[in-house]
């Protein structure tokens, strides 16, 4: 059930992201999301900051088969303000949402992850080091 509920929650993402004309959207300049999984260094970029009801979306890629979303709750800051963490590399998501959200105002959102990351069916697992994201809202 946790698998499913994680694979409509990346379902919902990833249509809020397909909709070009959203006007929530915010591009204000890179914003990064930087981590380690397995040994690999990994810099995603082009960053869009989703304003949503009750939690707010950063997304930022390399492409459609490298990027990475993190989901935060509105306005909210510290260990519990990650809902959900998803991270898509050559093209298979892996999800978790251990992390820290130090800053969430009228204008930056930062904060760092890590953790165990799982593919949707749970049958793969990449430790993810040294999380960090940042965008200018």
Known sequence: MKILK???CLVLIM????CSSDDDSIDNGPANVIFTAD??????GNGVFVVGSGSDTLDA????T???SIVVSENSIGDNAINQIF???DGTTYFG?????AINDDNRLEGTFQGDYRNAN???IIAVTNGTFFVNK
């Open 6 to 8: 994680r694979v409509l």
């Open 15 to 18: 249509s809020v992201f397909a």
């Open 39 to 44: 040994g690999v260094e990994y810099r995603f």
């Open 61 to 64: 890629r390399q492409d459609q």
């Open 66 to 68: 490298n990027r990475a």
């Open 87 to 89: 991270i898509t590399i």
């Open 97 to 101: 949402d251990e992390g820290n959200v």
């Open 122 to 124: 749970g049958s793969v």
